[in-house]
């Protein structure tokens, strides 16, 4: 069974930081690539980063050289450091995995946790 845990989530005022975590289990995780998502409310889910089994990272241009993807295959974990935190990047955070097998590519998501921004 694929499990996605997310973890890190909270209340931060402007201008703070989080790091969001998210434990895999049930893949391959060191052939996997990762991702972090966000839903704010009345707007599509985006990609806000993403890296490869090769560490290979892309960022939404809004989080750019604040937001940082890093991936630990000791732990089987993803992490999101984010930083300089902004009330617009408030929204539900999800994990996401592409995960390969014998059946191809699957997709996995976590079931989310709340980042929110405010003063």
């Known amino acids: 069974q694929v499990q996605l845990v997310e973890s890190g989530g909270g209340l931060v005022q402007p201008g703070g930081s989080l790091r969001l975590s998210c434990a895999a289990s049930?893949?391959?995780?060191?052939?996997?690539?990762m991702g972090w998502y966000r839903q704010a409310p009345g707007k599509e889910r985006e990609l806000v980063a993403s890296i490869t089994s090769g560490t290979i990272t892309n960022y939404e241009d809004s989080v750019k050289g604040r937001f940082t993807i890093s991936r630990d295959s000791a732990k089987n974990t993803v992490y999101l450091q984010m930083n300089s935190l902004k009330p617009e990047d408030s929204a539900v955070y999800y994990c996401?995995?592409?995960?390969?097998?014998?059946?191809?590519?699957?997709?996995?998501w976590g079931q989310g946790t709340q980042v929110t921004v405010s003063s």
């Open positions: 996401n995995a592409a995960a390969r097998s014998l059946r191809g590519v699957s997709i996995y």
């Open positions: 049930g893949i391959i995780f060191s052939t996997a690539a």
